[in-house]
């Protein structure tokens, strides 16, 4: 039976309205859908904008190469500045003055020194304490804060007519301004130092000089005698791998304080132990905190975050190219969290001087750069040459305050 008119009209009086608020949600479905659209394209920014780039800061970063110059890159750019070339060639090791004036590079052969001001990137001076046919080798070295004298451990070496003749390891003080040894006094701690398990801090006065070893030797500068001693060591264990000694630096630490990475043996369970501690360099004192038993192989390598707040360990793992990341919480003295991960056989680290990025290096050309908050890999800086051992050096830029902390995750 068909519908009547007046009943056709009543329908449509009744689906009229329905019809219109289905088109008016369509349309407003249509306007969300788009302006969902649009934002998905937008990078996550409240105002659309792409986020900003995660950098290191503004300070500098100094690296010495195998092509024997010292690389300057801006950490903000990411990008190499200048190169500045050795007169004493191919670098063996790097350090920087406590005022970040000057870089004191030693040479390859072990016997040259050479002086670069960081302001003018010239080279100020060069020097050895070799003469003739007797060589002498330094095992480590460091300035005092003046700048004036430099002590060095090192061994004497005679080339005879048959053999050469290798002497005991001696301190060596050097004036760095008349140019001459004003001092020579025979090592006698035992056991003898080694290569990469030696360092050297002066006090911030200058009336110290920490040498850092099987255990921690106080001398006083000007006599080069004992006058304490603590019974920590560097991480040297045979099976420990080499140490890092480029992390031993002070630049993120309060002035007249180092932190850094020891060994010391557990008198309940007798095994090693690894222990963070910050030294007073001019008090003579020391506080540390233990983060777990030393690893049983692997290399190593300790960084201090540039807000203080946090520190980080590289701890090689029991496979070949396999690393954990350990996050110290230095404020609570504890380990805050450990993340594994694929990287080259032999890695160090250091903090940007934001505190906002790791560096990732050594043993090759490139520089890996993570986000410290959560150590999610960002991006590579390539060079052109192979960077050397204990020669990576970040200077913040001159009176930056010192950079807040960051949540980690």
């Given at each position: 039976m068909s519908d009547s008119p007046n009943s056709a009209v009543r329908r449509?009086?009744?689906?009229?309205p329905i019809m219109t608020s289905l088109?008016?949600?369509?349309?407003?479905?249509?306007?969300?859908?788009?302006?969902m659209a649009v934002r998905a394209d937008a990078a996550p920014g409240s105002d659309g904008a792409a986020p900003a780039k995660l950098t290191g800061g503004t300070g500098t970063i100094y690296l010495a190469s195998h092509a024997g110059?010292?690389?300057v890159i801006d950490e903000a750019t990411e990008k190499l500045t200048a190169d500045i070339p050795l007169k004493t060639g191919m670098p063996w090791a790097m350090h920087l003055s406590p005022d970040a004036t000057r870089l004191y590079v030693q040479s390859a052969d072990q016997e040259h020194f050479?002086?670069?001001?960081?302001?003018?990137?010239?080279?100020?001076?060069t020097f050895t304490l070799s003469q003739g046919s007797t060589h002498i080798r330094a095992l480590a070295f460091d300035v005092d804060p003046q700048n004036r004298f430099m002590v060095i451990v090192a061994r004497e070496t005679k080339k005879l007519i048959d053999r050469f003749e290798i002497g005991a390891p001696s301190f060596f003080q050097y004036d760095l301004k008349e140019h001459k040894v004003v001092k020579t006094l025979a090592w006698s701690a035992d056991p003898e130092?080694?290569?990469?398990?030696?360092?050297?801090?002066?006090?911030?006065?200058?009336k110290f000089l920490y040498v850092f070893g099987n255990e921690i030797l106080i001398l006083d500068a000007a006599s080069l005698q004992k006058v304490d001693s603590w019974d920590l060591a560097l991480p040297n264990e045979p099976g420990l791998g080499r140490f890092d000694m480029a992390s031993m630096d002070e630049t993120y630490d309060e002035p007249g304080f180092f932190t850094a990475l020891f060994t010391m043996d557990d008198p309940v369970q007798k095994r090693p132990l690894l222990v963070i501690g910050r030294v007073d360099l001019g008090g003579k004192s020391i506080d540390f905190f233990p983060i777990?038993?030393?690893?049983?192989?692997?290399?190593?390598?300790f960084a201090l975050g540039a807000d203080r707040k946090h520190g980080y360990i590289l701890v090689q793992a029991q496979e070949i190219r396999r690393y954990e990341l350990w996050t110290i919480d230095m404020q609570s003295k504890r380990l805050q969290s450990k993340v594994e991960f694929d990287a080259r056989p032999r890695m160090a680290l250091r903090s940007s001087s934001n505190g906002q990025i790791l560096y990732i290096y050594q043993a090759g050309n490139t520089i890996d750069l993570y986000d410290a908050a959560g150590f999610k890999y960002l991006r590579t800086i390539t060079l052109d040459s192979d960077m050397m051992y204990?020669?990576?050096?970040v200077v913040p830029p001159r009176g930056q305050p010192r950079p807040p902390a960051r949540p980690q995750p």
């Amino acid at each position: 039976m068909s519908d009547s008119p007046n009943s056709a009209v009543r329908r449509d009086g009744r689906l009229a309205p329905i019809m219109t608020s289905l088109s008016l949600a369509l349309t407003a479905s249509a306007l969300l859908a788009a302006t969902m659209a649009v934002r998905a394209d937008a990078a996550p920014g409240s105002d659309g904008a792409a986020p900003a780039k995660l950098t290191g800061g503004t300070g500098t970063i100094y690296l010495a190469s195998h092509a024997g110059r010292v690389a300057v890159i801006d950490e903000a750019t990411e990008k190499l500045t200048a190169d500045i070339p050795l007169k004493t060639g191919m670098p063996w090791a790097m350090h920087l003055s406590p005022d970040a004036t000057r870089l004191y590079v030693q040479s390859a052969d072990q016997e040259h020194f050479e002086v670069i001001d960081v302001a003018s990137r010239q080279t100020l001076d060069t020097f050895t304490l070799s003469q003739g046919s007797t060589h002498i080798r330094a095992l480590a070295f460091d300035v005092d804060p003046q700048n004036r004298f430099m002590v060095i451990v090192a061994r004497e070496t005679k080339k005879l007519i048959d053999r050469f003749e290798i002497g005991a390891p001696s301190f060596f003080q050097y004036d760095l301004k008349e140019h001459k040894v004003v001092k020579t006094l025979a090592w006698s701690a035992d056991p003898e130092p080694a290569y990469y398990y030696l360092s050297l801090k002066f006090s911030p006065d200058g009336k110290f000089l920490y040498v850092f070893g099987n255990e921690i030797l106080i001398l006083d500068a000007a006599s080069l005698q004992k006058v304490d001693s603590w019974d920590l060591a560097l991480p040297n264990e045979p099976g420990l791998g080499r140490f890092d000694m480029a992390s031993m630096d002070e630049t993120y630490d309060e002035p007249g304080f180092f932190t850094a990475l020891f060994t010391m043996d557990d008198p309940v369970q007798k095994r090693p132990l690894l222990v963070i501690g910050r030294v007073d360099l001019g008090g003579k004192s020391i506080d540390f905190f233990p983060i777990g038993p030393s690893q049983e192989r692997g290399g190593v390598s300790f960084a201090l975050g540039a807000d203080r707040k946090h520190g980080y360990i590289l701890v090689q793992a029991q496979e070949i190219r396999r690393y954990e990341l350990w996050t110290i919480d230095m404020q609570s003295k504890r380990l805050q969290s450990k993340v594994e991960f694929d990287a080259r056989p032999r890695m160090a680290l250091r903090s940007s001087s934001n505190g906002q990025i790791l560096y990732i290096y050594q043993a090759g050309n490139t520089i890996d750069l993570y986000d410290a908050a959560g150590f999610k890999y960002l991006r590579t800086i390539t060079l052109d040459s192979d960077m050397m051992y204990n020669t990576f050096h970040v200077v913040p830029p001159r009176g930056q305050p010192r950079p807040p902390a960051r949540p980690q995750p």
